[in-house]
């Protein structure tokens, strides 16, 4: 017999439908900075929230990093990144004790110095009462020099933007913000159109003919997500594409595939 | 006057407690695979309970990727990571369909055949009903040539271990299962042991002596978390060492600084 994994498609061509050599996909890289996401101690929530807005306006986010509060590791996971990828986005490090190292890391990452932006000088002035702004809320008003500002209507303290690089909060609520902030400064590529599939058989019945609708539509995204409620097993198919018509054909030839199996899919 | 940033404490020194320098440290980094995190659809759990069980036995979490079902960036990212960490551990990717590529990536990073393996396959030979193992089934029961399996006491289809890299499942309790099987093979270094102050002062307030602290500290590592409840703002300063006489002694150091600052800490 044959391995199963001989009959797979190529990664390449079933799982990256196109991204790399579709001039229209814009991609992306989402690095989240902190010791306190390695520890445990923090559960990371701005990884799924910048994944689902990311996809909304046709931006592809294709790695994520988590990294700790090391500049060197900071600096060479950045120097990596930001040639790869269209856009990179960073949150957290950036606040006013010794741990916020992200601007100067940045600064570092970018041959350029981390100075007192102007800008965001005078915003922390007109925030804080007087003899309130000490030297480490100082450190907020740092940014990397060529640096513009991203609006923090939150708390204040702002982000910033240097080449492809948007650097954010961590958390979550000023992240957000700051994210709605620049959002308009982003130019997504084609929309990526998504269609869920709901169907009631195991994931092994129906594998077989998923992988040969994948064959057979190679630029429509096909992943297989199984799920349990008490006995009964299930798994949902989501398509993707950038194509709406071969979708609908990709979704129609996989409705098809699982009628034939004796189950009657749910368009989610 | 001088940038604030250039009284911060080197990196290296601050928020690496010899980790690196220090051969009782294990260090460990998580790869999450599926295109399903990057796209938004699902928000990952994973990597939360890894990084606090891994803390928990002392094996120290430096880095977590997450990345797309690509089998040349999956080969990429383990080739690079599996040198540089004690222990890699990996969600995601090993179920039957055509999109379940970990096996084959790993196989492919290792230079070794991804092939049928016995005892996996007598596994799912028994779990399964006559004519239900069908070939989609089968890719379960492959591994790298040379890997040992990880126990599933969830769904049976294995995990596995190769070298230093452990793969796991991707949903959450099938992965929490393979991770209670193996985790009698991990040898974790010196715990590392933890405090939390909470306090009810700004973080602003409490930087720069807290930055002081970590320059007469550098062993013991000092997170700094603020915290908002309703208009009242809060830090919870985190210290992490693996000398706990040394911890106690940098936990009353930043306790007194704090009492200076007109705040009694609670120790959480």
Redesign the interface.
Known sequence: MS???A??????A???PGVAENPAIVSACVIVIG??????????AN??????????IGV???????????????VETLNEVRHRFDYVFTTGGI???????T???VAKAFGVP???HPEAHALLKAHYAEG?L??????MA?TPEGATLIENPVSTAPGFQIGNVFVMAG?PSVMQAMFESLKPCLTGGTP?R?VTLAVSLP??????G??AA??RFADV??????YRTGDRFGVRI?L?SVDEVLLEAAVEAVSEMIRELGDEPTRE
């Not at 009959?7 to 390449?12: D, L, Q, R």
């Not at 990884?47 to 689902?52: I, P, Q, R, Y």
């Open positions: 391995s199963p994994s009959s797979v498609p190529s990664a390449a079933s799982q990256d010791n306190e996401i390695l520890s445990g101690r923090t559960r990371d990884l799924g929230f910048l994944a689902e807005q990311l996809t909304g592809w986010l294709m790695e994520a990093r988590v990294v700790p509060d090391i500049e060197a590791v900071i606040g006013p004790t010794h741990d916020d190292i601007s100067a890391s981390c100075t007192l309130q000490n030297e480490a809320r100082l450190r740092h958390i990526v998504s994931e092994g019945t129906i594998a077989q998923l992988g994948q064959d995204e096909m992943g297989s997500y199984p989501v993707r």
